[in-house]
């Protein structure tokens, strides 16, 4: 019973430290202008064992589409002040013969100078959560599910950092 205070004590003081960093997390999101949209190369094994990265782009662009945050084109992106790129990292490790090990992610990155050194490089400014695990070789196309989910969880910060350029505060 002891423990209880501290446990109470310990999530009251803990809550605004979490605000703080979904506002921090969500900070280089708002006002973007929109995004340019690249899924990561996989290896020929992989796609031959059913991934498909100009699907899985499909998917995600119907997605922003979806939410009215803007897909940028090739061109349009590099005239973007930032160059704004929702990219999915998908790392694969043929393990066996009939399972691959993963790990995914989707992450903003932009142009970013650090104070030290102007010189601007690409810099992540906002990833969903890394997700680690195996599949088997025959389902390999259910990666597009945990990415959807990514740009999901983009969606829902991008809303979060733009409500009052909405007018919904």
Excluded at 25 to 44: C, F
Excluded at 64 to 81: G, H, M, P, Q, Y
Excluded at 91 to 105: D, P
């Amino acid at each position: 019973m002891k423990w209880i205070p501290a446990l109470v004590a310990h999530t009251v003081l803990a809550a605004p430290i979490a605000a703080q960093t979904l506002t921090m997390d969500t900070l280089s999101l708002s006002r973007l202008p929109g995004v340019y949209v690249d899924v990561g190369l996989v290896s020929e094994e992989a796609v031959q064992d059913g991934f498909n990265r100009d699907s899985v782009r499909a998917l995600i662009i119907q997605k922003l589409d979806d939410a009215r945050i803007k897909v940028l084109s090739e061109e349009e992106w590099k005239v973007t002040l930032g160059s704004p790129v929702l990219y999915v990292r998908l790392n694969l490790l043929r393990a066996s013969q009939f399972l691959y090990l993963y790990s995914a992610e989707v992450e903003l990155r932009q142009l970013a100078a650090m104070v030290r050194d102007s010189q601007p490089t690409f810099a992540p400014t906002w990833r969903s959560g890394q997700s680690l695990g195996s599949v088997r070789a025959s389902a390999i196309s259910s990666l597009t599910s945990l990415i959807l989910a990514g740009t999901d969880r983009f969606i829902s910060a991008h809303a979060v950092a733009n409500r009052r350029r909405r007018g919904f505060d």
